[in-house]
């Protein structure tokens, strides 16, 4: 391939590459109303924190509504500390708050949302020269 044909090649990957994605808000904002609409009433998930924030996991949680109603350590050996239970572990909807937030903020955000359920399946929170974030896995509708 020539110079010239290497160039219009690189820049149609480019154009596509725009065209492909949208921005992090709107991609937030599609997954949002897709989750708000479609969302279980009854659902447990796997939650595990990465990055510098504590908490580790996995943590199976359960919620019902809008409310936590069951969270146990999945993960090997001892629960971290501090750990989660039914006041502090997050909903599907405080993912999103989060994901939001940061969003929102000068950090930067990357989020992989679930092709299924549409929540936040991943996002890393990068700010300075830390960065945190969560994995959301095993996500199950009940009932």
């Not at 939650?47 to 109603?69: H, K, L, M």
Request: charged share 25%; net charge negative; proline share 6%.
């Amino acid at each position: 391939m020539n110079r010239r044909t290497s160039i219009k090649c690189l820049g149609l990957l480019w154009v596509a590459g725009l065209v492909g994605c949208g921005s992090e808000e709107s991609q937030w904002r599609s997954a949002r109303e897709a989750w708000d609409e479609t969302h279980p009433e009854h659902y447990r998930y796997d939650y595990t924190v990465t990055g510098f924030a504590p908490g580790r996991g996995p943590w199976r949680i359960e919620v019902r509504g809008d409310e936590v109603v069951s969270v146990r350590y999945v993960g090997q050996g001892t629960p971290p500390t501090p750990g989660f239970d039914v006041d502090s572990a997050p909903t599907i909807d405080t993912l999103f708050q989060q994901v939001e937030s940061g969003l929102s903020s000068s950090a930067r955000v990357d989020v992989d949302y679930d092709l299924i359920h549409h929540f936040p399946k991943r996002a890393m929170f990068f700010s300075g020269e830390e960065g945190s974030g969560f994995i959301c896995s095993e996500f199950t509708p009940l009932d």
